[in-house]
């Protein structure tokens, strides 16, 4: 596609809920970076995959959350049990190559509502 | 551990004057470094980038930043500002040995004000 595109947009979910958020990184891109925004912060790394190999998963905040990249496209988050300290935007990236000075192009993100 | 520094929460600016956003930042060896902006409603754009060479690097929508390595400082211009740029911007720091996150500002959102 011509950018990256995340879905759904918003979730709504209720605490104790499992979620899934999805990814479709720009074609052929080899880096994917997942990121968790907080309302009126930066956003803070989750977990980097090269590939299909998840290579940082420094970032995930507990064993709740788990990331997969299993074909080296398409990649999910998924968040189990969820909590309210768990809404947020969750954005997700993509870069041509892994070289590090390459940039970042991002999705429009996932606003995750927990009730 | 790397860390970016926005000290400015907001930053107003009128129409048609110059613009900067303040960035300072800290990596245990050289940086790569990167301005993204980002609309409502909308993901973070990329907007310029520093990797080596000339300390002034241009970018979109008439967009600079100057590296300053004695300083640690990578702040955006921009010589007219327009109400169209009104908008949340992030600074945002790469470690160049080879590991892969990225660290970004807390964010400063700019007002031109027509």
């Known amino acids: 596609g011509a950018g990256v595109s995340q879905s759904p947009r918003y979730k709504v979910a209720k605490r104790g809920q499992d979620v899934a958020l999805r990814c479709d990184p720009i074609?052929?891109?080899?880096?994917l970076f997942w990121y968790q925004q907080a309302l009126g912060q930066g956003p803070e790394f989750l977990t980097y995959?090269?590939?299909?190999?998840?290579?940082?998963k420094s970032g995930l905040p507990s064993d709740r959350f788990f990331a997969e990249r299993p074909e080296g496209s398409v990649s999910t988050l998924k968040i189990q049990r969820t909590q309210q300290e768990d809404s947020a935007v969750y954005l997700c990236?993509?870069?041509?190559?892994?070289?590090?000075?390459?940039?970042?192009?991002f999705g429009q993100g996932t606003r995750l509502t927990v009730v | 551990a790397q860390s970016v520094a926005q000290p400015e929460d907001q930053v107003n600016v009128a129409e048609g004057n110059p613009l900067t956003v303040k960035c300072t930042y800290s990596?245990?060896?050289?940086?790569?470094l990167f301005w993204y902006v980002q609309y409502p409603n909308r993901g973070l754009q990329f907007l310029l980038k520093?990797?080596?060479?000339?300390?002034l690097v241009k970018g979109s929508y008439g967009f600079e930043a100057e590296f300053n390595k004695s300083q640690t400082s990578f702040h955006l211009k921009k010589p007219s500002a327009l109400v169209s740029d009104s908008a949340l911007y992030f600074c945002?720091?790469?470690?160049?040995?080879?590991?892969?996150?990225?660290?970004f500002g807390t964010g400063t959102k700019l007002q031109v004000i027509p």
């Open positions: 990236a993509s870069s041509r190559t892994p070289d590090p000075n390459t940039e970042a192009f």
């Open positions: 074609s052929g891109h080899v880096s």
């Open positions: 995959f090269q590939n299909e190999a998840q290579l940082d």
């Open positions: 990596v245990s060896g050289n940086p790569y």
């Open positions: 520093y990797i080596t060479g000339d300390n």
């Open positions: 945002a720091v790469r470690d160049r040995g080879g590991y892969q996150k990225v660290t």
